[in-house]
C-alpha cells in the first residue's frame, strides 16, 4: 500500500521520450477553474447583485496580444446566480486589480474613482507648468503657504501637548478617590442618624402602647352607686336585654307591652289586714307597726318594669281562684 504514495516512477531501460506524440493545443484553450468574485457587481440582464468573495466554477483563457512588462492578461467567465448570463472579466497587472468587461458593471468603486481624478489633475498640473512658468511661481507660492500652515498647526499640537504633560494625572486620580471617600462616609453617617432617629421614634411609640395597656381604667365617682340600704339593689329592675325570641314568638309573635290587650289583664291587689279587736287590750301596738320597713319593702315580691303579657295572665287567674275560695 505504500507505493501509491511514491512519486517516482518506473521507466523502462528501452524508454525513449522523443517517441512520446505531441498534442496539438490551442493557445486560448480554456480552463475551468474554482475562484471568487473579486469585487461587487450588479448583473446588466436581471439586475442580481453579486457580493465580492462568492464562489464560481469559472473558464478562465489567456488574452491574446495583450501583455504587461512581459506578463500575461487573463480573462474569465462565470454565469450570474439568477439568470445565468455570462459576466466576463480580466486582470489588471498595472493598477493591481480587474477590469470588468461586459454582462456586469462594478458597485463601490469610489477609492478608486478618487485615485484616477487625483492622477489626472497632477498631470494636468505638469502639463500646464510646462508651458506657463508663471504657474510654477504660483504653485510654489500656494505650496509654501500650505506648509506654514502645516507647520503651525504641528506646533500648537506640540504646545497642547506640553501643557497636557505638566498635569499630574495620579494627583488628579488620588483627589478623585479621596473626595468619593468622602463622600461615601457622609453618606453612611447620614443613614445611620436616620436609622437612629427611626428607632428612637419606634422605641418611644412601644413605650407609650406599653403604658397604656398596663394602666387600668378607674370608674369615674360619678358611676358608683351609693345605696342607702343593703336591700335596696332588690328594688332595682334588670338591666334591659333584648330577650331571645321563643320558637311559638317567632310564629305568633310577643305582646308588646303596650298593646291593646295589655289593658284587659289586672294585677292582683294586696290584700289588706284585717283590723283585729284588741278584747280590752287598750294601747297594744298592732302587729304591723313593729315591722321595719326594710323588711317590708322586703317581703313585697319584685315589680318587673316590663313584665311579659303571659305572666301578667298568670296572675289573673290566680286573683280569679283566691275570690271565688273566698
Not at 243 to 269: D, M, T
Request: charged fraction near 35%; glycine fraction near 4%; proline fraction near 7%.
Amino acid at each position: 500500500m505504500s507505493e501509491r504514495k511514491v512519486l517516482n516512477k518506473y521507466y523502462p531501460p528501452d524508454f525513449d521520450p522523443s517517441k512520446i506524440p505531441k498534442l496539438k493545443l490551442p493557445k486560448d484553450r480554456q480552463y475551468v477553474v474554482r475562484l471568487m468574485a473579486p469585487f461587487n457587481m450588479r448583473c446588466k440582464t436581471c439586475g442580481e447583485y453579486i457580493y465580492k468573495g462568492k464562489k464560481f466554477n469559472a473558464r478562465k483563457e489567456t488574452v491574446q496580444n495583450e501583455l504587461y512588462l512581459g506578463l500575461p492578461i487573463f480573462r474569465f467567465y462565470i454565469k450570474c446566480t439568477r439568470c445565468l448570463a455570462e459576466i466576463t472579466f480580466k486582470t489588471d497587472p498595472e493598477n493591481t486589480d480587474y477590469t470588468m468587461e461586459h454582462g456586469a458593471t462594478r458597485n463601490f468603486q469610489a477609492e478608486k474613482l478618487l485615485e484616477e481624478e487625483e492622477k489626472r489633475v497632477q498631470k494636468e498640473r505638469e502639463d500646464e507648468e510646462l508651458n506657463n512658468p508663471m504657474k510654477v511661481l504660483e504653485n510654489r507660492t500656494k505650496d509654501s503657504k500650505l506648509e506654514m500652515e502645516v507647520l503651525e498647526n504641528l506646533q500648537e499640537l506640540k504646545e497642547l501637548n506640553q501643557r497636557q504633560a505638566n498635569v499630574d494625572f495620579e494627583a488628579m486620580l488620588q483627589q478623585y478617590r479621596v473626595s468619593e471617600e468622602e463622600k461615601r462616609q457622609r453618606e453612611q453617617e447620614e443613614d445611620q442618624r436616620e436609622m437612629e432617629a427611626m428607632m428612637e421614634q419606634s422605641r418611644k411609640r412601644r413605650l407609650i402602647e406599653d403604658s397604656d395597656s398596663d394602666e387600668e381604667p378607674i370608674p369615674a365617682p360619678s358611676q358608683l352607686l351609693i345605696r342607702a340600704n343593703p336591700t335596696a339593689i332588690l328594688e332595682e329592675g334588670p338591666p334591659l336585654k333584648r330577650q331571645k325570641l321563643e320558637s311559638w314568638e317567632r310564629s305568633v309573635g310577643a305582646f308588646a307591652s303596650k298593646s291593646k290587650l295589655a289593658g284587659l289583664v289586672v294585677a292582683k291587689k294586696p290584700v289588706a289586714p284585717k283590723p283585729s279587736s284588741n278584747n280590752g287590750h287598750v294601747g297594744s301596738p298592732s302587729p304591723n307597726t313593729d315591722i321595719p320597713k326594710s323588711l317590708k319593702e322586703a317581703d313585697e315580691p319584685l315589680r318587673l318594669p316590663s313584665s311579659s303579657s303571659l305572666s301578667q295572665l298568670g296572675a289573673y287567674s290566680d286573683s280569679e281562684d283566691s275570690s271565688n275560695s273566698g
